[in-house]
Every structure is written in C-alpha cells, then in structure tokens.
C-alpha cells in the first residue's frame, strides 16, 4: 500500500449526483491509513495548474453531507484537455502536495484527461494512482451497464414528459422538446418512461442512433395529429442527418477544446423543427422547448438509486486505489443478471473508456427509428425509480 | 337556494394546482342539496359548444383525489372569446341539461368568458349563477393578494434558479433564462428566492414592468461579470422597449383569439439575448435557456400553500354560489395582516378581475430596474414555501 496525499476534482457537464461520488471518495479515504491529506482542486486540472486547492479534511461532516446531495460540482468544473506541457505542470504541483492519488470524476472526455496524465506520469516517472470515476447524464460510458447522473436526469426528463403530455392534451398541437446528448440517445430514450396510458406521449422519439430525416419527420407527426389530434415529440439535440452531420449544426458554431459542438443553452434546433411542421405539415399550434441545463442541474428531482451508485463508484475508486493491485483504472457499473436489479462494480484500464461514447443498441430502439423498445424500457426503469403518480378522470381517457 | 345541475370547466394555460380547484369544487358540490349533476366540460367552453361533457358524480373518490395531485387542465382547456352567438349556443346546451351553476376556473381571460356569458344570461334571462374561480401562475389578477397556480410555478422557477446558479459557479460564463409572465413579472422575480449567499445568482432580473433597454442590459450583464467572473440573469418572456413593444415580438408573430401574442414554446428571445451579450460584451461562453412549459406543468414540484388554497378557491366557489347572496362572481385571495402568514377569500365582482392585469407594485422592485426587493421576497417566501436545501464547501464560497 502506497502512502501520499491524495487530489480529487470534477470535469465535464455537471450532474445532480456528482457531488455523491465525491463524497463517497472522500470518506472513503478518510478512513484509509494510507491517505494523508485530501486536497480537492477546483475546476478541474485548471485548479491543479492554477494552484487552486481547498482541504477537504477541514469540512465538517454536516457540510459533506449537504454538498452530497447537492446537484452541479461543488469544486466547480472545466473542459480542457491537458497538453504535455500542462502534465508536466501539473506534476510539480502535485509533487509539491506530496500528491501520490488522483482521482477525476467525469466522463469520457474526463476519462481522456486521465489517461493522458497516467501515461505521461509513467514517462515522467511521477509515481501516481491515476483513477477515473464515471459521471455522465449522457449514459455514453463505455464497459458501463449505465453511469451515475443518468438516472437522475432520466428522471427528470420523465417527469418534465408527463407534464407536458397533459399540457398537450389540455391545449392540444403539436409540441417538440429537445433533450441533451450528444452522440447517445439514451437520455431522450427516458422520455418513453413517462408514458402509462396507450395514448400517452411521447409519440415519437428521435435518436442520435438513427438518421434523422425532416420529410420521415413530418410524415410521422402527420400520422400521430391525424389518430390523436395532437402529438408530443422528443428528440435528440445531437439527430444528424444520413451523412453523420449534426441537424443542429446548421444552427450553431461554438466549440470546446475536445471538438465538441456546443448544442445546449440554444433553443434554435426545436425551432427550426417547429417552423418545419407548421409549414410543411399545415398545422398552426406548433411549440418547442428545450430543456437545456435543467435536466443535470435541477434540484430536488433525483433516482434514489442514482445517488447510492454515484456515492459507491466514488467509494470503489478509492477502495481499489489504496489496495493497489492496479495503480490506474476507470470505475464501471456492471448490472448482474437475474430478476431484482443488482449491480456490481469493476475497475477496468483507462484507454477502455476514454473518449469513445457508447450507443444505444440496436435493440433498444424500434425499426422505424422513431420510438424505443419495450427492452430499452426495462433497462432505463430501475435506474429511474418511481416517478409522480398521474391522475386521469376515467371518462377523459376514453376520449 | 336555487336547485339545478353544475357544470365546471377549465380555460386558458394550464397549472400544476388547476385541478385542486376542480377537485374543491367538485367535493364541495357533492355535499350539497342544492346541486344536482356535476358536469364537467371538456376544453372550457368549447365543450359546452360541442356537447362533450362528462359525469363527475361517476368518478371515484380515489380518481378525483389522484386528478387533484396531478398538474395540468384534467378536462382539457381552451383559449377562446365567447361570441354573442356562441352564448346563445351555450344557453340552449346549459337549458338541455338544466345547468343552473357555471363555474369556470382560469386567469383574467377566464374571467372576461364569465363576465361575458353572465351578462348575456341576464339578457337571454336565463337563470344561472356564474362564478370564476382563479388560477395563473403569472399572478396578475386584480383584487387578488396572489393567485392559485403561482407559487408552485414560483417554487419551480426558484428550484430551477438554484440549479442553475450551481451549474454556473462550476463551468462559469453568461446564463439568460427566460421566464413565462407576458404582463406581470412575478415568476421572472421568484427566481430571486433561489439566492442564499451573497454572490448566489441570478444576479440580474428583469421585468416586463420596467422597459428593457439593450445596451443597459449589456452594461449590467459586464459588471457582474467583473466582479464574480460570471452572471446568471432572470429574464421575463414578456421586457418590452421603452415604446411598450415587446422585444420577443421582434421574432414571433401568432396571436391567439384573445389577442396575446405567442410567448412560449420557443427560444428565439433567449437566443438572442445570448448573442447580444456574445457580441456587444464579448464574452464568448453564453447560454441561454427557455423553461417554458415546464414551469406550469411539472409534477412533483408543489407548493403545499399552493395546493391548498387552490383547492380552497374551488370550495368557496361553490359555497357562496349556493348561498346565493351573489349570483356572480370572483373567488379572491386576501392576505391577512400580521406576521404569521394567513389568507382569507372575498368574492369580488367580475368585472373587476375581467382582462386587465395586475402588475408588480413598485416596491417590489429596485430603482436601477433589474432586481427585486426585500419587500418582494418577504411577499412571495410564504407562497412557495421551503426549498431543497443547497450545500457549499466553506472554503469555495470564500473563493
């Protein structure tokens, strides 16, 4: 067992469970007679390079607790990959701290980052544990059943679906929200969850996975308007037409340093959807939200399984770390088979999760590319938990 | 007493305590000798027009308790002006099924369709008690302290504030977020609840009640920028200029049969917000986000004071309908003076709550016109009640 402080910090697109895996790490290595101090950096590697710390020991257990259940990233975040030069930097720090245990939370980006660090501390010969633990709304992880911050942004876009479906059938049209995800349809899969009724919305689901097509479209909510008098559509901010490019991009420029668009905090790509139905398929009544930074954000809406999984990967990382049989790794959710969902936990090489994203499968989503399957529903509902219970009048559903 | 059927309608946008009011009433009906059938219409008054009722009497106690809990219009809403023509159809409908009592839960529109069909019965001289019972979450009708509907949009708009002034501590930069009220800037200012310590956002609001000028704006949005390296900032759908034009309306074009102009279900205001700020103030990370219909119809997110007084509104209507010392009328909400917070309902004559709306007083809002003040937040606390409760590491928020 290798002794030395220990650094922990957050990168990436915050989530409401964030704060869980960095509480389940501090605590756990609070116990650890091999982990001296616990330096928390902020902002992610830009803390590390800026001499940005705060000593994680010196918060009381009351506050931990709080800042656990508390959404976004309480040591603030970033996204910023590091160049060799900044791993050079970035080593001086930490040998400075007597840092002999990093620990990032993130996503595949974050899990790039970490990597990047492991190997050049190898080359650099900066003796350090280098452990990546999973966080992403976007589900995208690769070697992961699912990852913390799924659920409970899946359960907000459920709930925010039921709503809006009975906003639908009150003041009926056609109603189109844009739900984040990048490469992965996973999260606007989750919107499929809020339905109980056969008529219930949403209607139609368009994915990442599937070219999405605006006549294919058009048609669809011509079809749901036709049977049901109205139509509630989720889709995917990253739907890219037939050639791979992004429907939003048409919209919209910016950049981050990993070369990923910016398509959150835009209301541009429902918009533009909405303007298609009103003029191609006739109809007047056409809105569009989008709901943007709510879904990772929103207090008070969270999957009680999520947060114990989110604090547990924080736990295991460092449990595994201090062990040392590995000195470098990524946390993965893996769900056991069997009828009661039960989840064990693995610790698998970097270079496994790093950067790539994981898809829905094929099996999750239906032929004609516009829906979810009942196997996709199966998957997403443990990791969601109970939602609202939604009344009807009998005779309303009838109609 | 006068003996006859009820019938009981919703109108206008939905809410998420609209069908605690239905459910008040409805009970409230059940117990009394003077009230026959309870028919509810589907989609206000379009249903009467139609004749598509349902029986409320067939409903369970267990379906009506589960429809009061559950957001949204349950029989369906419209958005539509009564003719001449049309009430003489609605009499002749209302005369079939020996309707005596009419209530109609909604915002001032609502209020104007009763106003309008009660004057045409005393002209028809069709015997019929009419009463309005209130809801908008924009909080803008006269003679009412607050309206139900409002401080559970309220609470959700605080949530949403303290989320998302969590996720800009951790990834900073500009964040606009519009908020719905097309008059009435009470939502918009409920974001301020979500504020806890000092630099807790949003930072900047503005209101429909005071014109919104470009380039003051730009001006606000740089000095907070300055001083915290980042600004989250409330925007109502419904600033105008300094000419009373809406500046939305520089984008969006349908109107309903009220007249409104279409604020919602779009992102164009946002998004150009955003670019100003980009442009003018050149700073390069902003978003912008629309909350749009979330903030009516979200379940899950009640105000318990909300729920309860909007069930109240709904007893009390039909209570002094029976009475029959009026024979029309508003239910309105009374704040009791005092420091403990208690409300009592007056019924006020329709016209005074007919159309017109109430805005912000001016000492709810501060001089530079971009924030509110302590007087609004001590109105609006006891409204939306606790908040999930937030949690910070010491040593970031001396950051």
Request: net charge positive; charged share 25%.
């Amino acid at each position: 067992m290798q002794t030395g402080n220990m650094l922990i910090a957050q990168s990436g697109g915050p989530s409401m469970v964030i704060n869980q895996s960095l509480i389940g790490a501090v605590l756990s290595a609070a116990k650890s007679p091999a982990i001296g101090r616990i330096y928390g950096a902020r902002h992610g590697i830009k803390g590390i390079l800026d001499g940005s710390f705060i000593d994680l020991r010196r918060e009381t257990a009351r506050t931990l607790e709080a800042v656990a259940h508390t959404p976004s990233s309480a040591l603030g975040s970033v996204r910023r990959k590091p160049t060799p030069s900044d791993c050079a930097a970035i080593f001086q720090a930490l040998h400075r701290l007597d840092v002999r245990y990093f620990f990032y939370i993130g996503g595949n980006d974050s899990a790039e980052t970490v990597h990047i660090i492991n190997e050049e501390a190898k080359r650099a010969r900066y003796e350090l544990a280098c452990f990546h633990i999973p966080k992403t709304i976007d589900n995208d992880l690769r070697e992961n059943d699912h990852t913390p911050g799924y659920g409970s942004a899946a359960k907000f876009v459920a709930c925010a679906f039921q709503g809006d479906d009975l906003d639908n059938r009150a003041l009926s049209g056609v109603k189109i929200d844009i739900i984040m995800g990048r490469h992965a349809g996973f999260l606007t899969a989750a919107s499929a969850l809020a339905r109980q009724n056969p008529d219930d919305g949403p209607h139609l689901i368009y994915l990442p996975e599937r070219p999405f097509d605006l006549d294919r479209f058009t048609d669809d909510v011509k079809k749901v308007v036709a049977r049901l008098g109205r139509c509630v559509v989720a889709v995917s901010e990253g739907i890219s037409d037939d050639q791979g490019e992004l429907i939003a991009s048409r919209f919209i420029k910016e950049t981050d340093t990993h070369g990923n668009k910016q398509l959150s905090g835009s209301g541009a790509l429902g918009d533009m959807l909405a303007q298609v139905i009103r003029t191609r398929a006739g109809i007047s009544r056409v809105r569009a939200d989008t709901f943007g930074y709510l879904q990772r954000s929103f207090p008070g809406v969270v999957s009680a399984v999520d947060a114990r999984e989110a604090r547990e990967v924080g736990a295991v990382a460092v449990r595994e770390a201090v062990k040392g049989a590995v000195t470098s790794g990524s946390v993965a959710i893996r769900r056991k088979t069997g009828a009661k969902y039960a989840v064990t936990y693995a610790v698998v090489p970097l270079r496994h999760v790093a950067r790539e994203t994981r898809h829905m499968p094929s099996n999750f989503i239906n032929r004609a590319g516009n829906d979810v399957t009942q196997a996709f529903l199966d998957y997403a509902r443990p990791l969601v938990g109970p939602l609202p219970k939604i009344g009807h009048f009998r005779q309303m559903l009838g109609s």
